[in-house]
């Protein structure tokens, strides 16, 4: 099927739209949860979506919607555990991941979900996303946007130093937990995309790829967003074109941009030191 | 010509005790920091040197005793922009954060400019004008890991002189620096107080080469042990040599 083609179909528009929305929003949270040494809070957070997703099976209500409060509230727990420094900010992760997931499957237990459409959410299918989920995901990333906006200057700040921000005046635990907020709804948006399973890579590898390039900050952010869009573009196209799993093809995508990025910046790097 | 404000106390300590768990790190320390003054504060290891400039920093709360700030409680302290910092440990970032010099140095304008305001030319032209001061201009667009221990020391200042503040804190701003770039780093500090009139607080263990440097010294072992000019620390210091 050509490219052409594949336009034509309703569900491969829905299936782009939602896919740029996703690809736009992933680093722009993504590079502070790297550079603040967060990135595991989108796997915990991930993992913990599933519970929500199979809580809307149960209930019969549309699974994103669930994955979405579920996730924003762990993520407030998660954060409430980190600032009251009463347990190690890995473990209290590792109580949220292996207790979401524990969750998930006792409540999939409960209601038979354990069929073929729990693989649409575990591994991501765009073909499945509706025009509302479309309009939907549109307006949250928008309201994540407006609100990283206003505080890029503190989350920049934050993710270079804690203590001197928090010297200056910057309110850091607040701002903290409006990020990890900011996450948790950036989570729910990219199950369709990528699936529960491979959101993390999704908010990371774009980043980490960027930042091989040795840019300046706002100029790392900017390589991020085309490196991420891109590599959705492609994988979503790849993935239609030789009917292969969507979330699968856009992280191997990523991972070969990263692998590529590397290589030539390492090749860049020889050639300047050999230069006398 | 310089001088220093013994009326005008920027940072006023009364009887403040704090503790980590059951170890008492600070006993009843009283201390004030007048305009204009460079004052060394210095002591041995777990003397609670850093912990009492966290204590003024407002980073700890001490279980006992007051602090203010200009004049102000330290619980109800806003003004935070009159305060510059570079901490310890400042240039063990991350060396792959991207950001340049001049984005690290625009950082200490953000606690002026306050939230949802995003930085203006203002901003930009006393960035810049920090950097001048530190001679680091020519580096603005470098990325701030490229630079060497020496290099990225200047620009941490830079970024506390950014935000023209009244007074700045260094915590052991030397450490793990050679000795020329200690000096140089040293001879910026004097002409910061001189020329600028900016209050210098630096913490640090470096006793002989700061006494020479500092104008007042502050010696910490839990307590307040001696506060007295250079000249006079000093002099005590070669009569009995343990101190």
Redesign the interface.
């Known amino acids: 099927m050509t490219l052409i083609e594949l336009f034509q179909y309703a569900f491969f528009v829905r299936a782009i739209e939602a896919g740029i929305i996703v690809a736009l929003l992933a680093p722009i949270i993504g590079i502070f949860l790297v550079?603040k040494r967060y990135s595991l809070i989108a796997d915990t957070l991930s993992h913990v979506s599933l519970a929500g997703v199979a809580l809307g099976f149960l209930l019969k209500i549309n699974p994103l919607l669930t994955a979405l409060a579920v996730t924003m509230v762990s993520a407030l727990g998660i954060e409430r555990l980190r600032a009251g420094r009463h347990i190690y900010g890995e473990s209290a992760l590792s109580l949220f991941l292996s207790g979401g997931l524990a969750l998930a499957t006792v409540l999939l237990s409960m209601g038979r979900g354990f069929n073929t459409e729990l693989f649409s959410y575990l591994f991501g299918s765009l073909v499945t996303v509706t025009q509302t989920d479309v309009f939907m995901m549109a307006g949250l990333a928008a309201i994540i946007i407006l609100v990283i906006a206003?505080?890029?200057?503190?989350l920049?700040?934050i993710?270079?130093?804690e203590?001197?921000?928090?010297?200056?005046?910057?309110?850091v635990d607040r701002i903290n937990a409006i990020l990890i907020l900011l996450s948790a709804v950036t989570v729910a948006l990219a199950i369709p995309v990528v699936g529960v399973l491979l959101i993390s890579a999704l908010i990371v590898i774009p980043v980490v790829t960027?930042?091989q390039l040795?840019?300046?900050?706002?100029?790392?952010l900017l390589a991020a967003e085309v490196y991420s869009v891109a590599s959705v573009l492609a994988g979503i196209v790849i993935s239609a074109s030789f009917d292969l799993s969507t979330g699968g093809t856009i992280v191997l995508v990523m991972l070969a941009a990263f692998l590529a990025t590397t290589l030539l910046r390492g090749r860049a790097h020889d050639t300047g030191q050999k230069r006398p | 010509m310089h001088r220093v404000d013994h009326q005008d106390n920027i940072v006023e300590i009364l009887n403040a005790s704090f503790s980590y768990g059951g170890n008492e790190v600070l006993h009843n320390v009283n201390l004030n920091i007048h305009r204009g003054d460079y004052l060394a504060l210095v002591g041995g290891n777990g003397s609670g040197k850093t912990t009492l400039l966290k204590i003024i920093l407002g980073l700890l709360t001490p279980q006992e005793g007051n602090v203010s700030l200009f004049g102000q409680d330290i619980r109800s302290f806003r003004a935070w922009e009159r305060i510059g910092y570079v901490p310890q440990k400042a240039t063990s970032f991350d060396p792959l954060f991207p950001a340049t010099v001049e984005e690290v140095v625009l950082m200490g304008r953000y606690g002026r400019r306050g939230l949802l305001r995003s930085v203006t030319d203002t901003d930009r032209a006393a960035a810049e004008h920090a950097l001048e001061q530190v001679g680091m201009l020519a580096e603005r667009h470098t990325l701030i890991g490229s630079l060497s221990g020496g290099q990225q020391q200047r620009v941490f200042i830079a970024r506390a002189l950014a935000g023209e503040p009244e007074i700045v804190f260094l915590d052991e701003p030397t450490v793990g620096v050679e000795q020329s770039v200690k000096d140089e780093f040293y001879a910026l500090l004097k002409r910061m107080n001189e020329e600028l009139d900016l209050t210098i607080v630096l913490v640090t263990h470096d006793l002989v080469t700061v006494a020479h440097e500092a104008m007042h010294v502050a010696v910490l072992d839990q307590t307040l042990q001696f506060h007295e000019s250079a000249a006079q620390y000093l002099a005590r210091a070669r009569s009995h040599p343990h101190l």
């Open positions: 550079l206003a505080f890029y200057k503190e920049v700040y993710s270079f130093s203590e001197s921000a928090r010297v200056s005046g910057i309110p960027a930042m040795r840019l300046s900050f706002a100029r790392t």
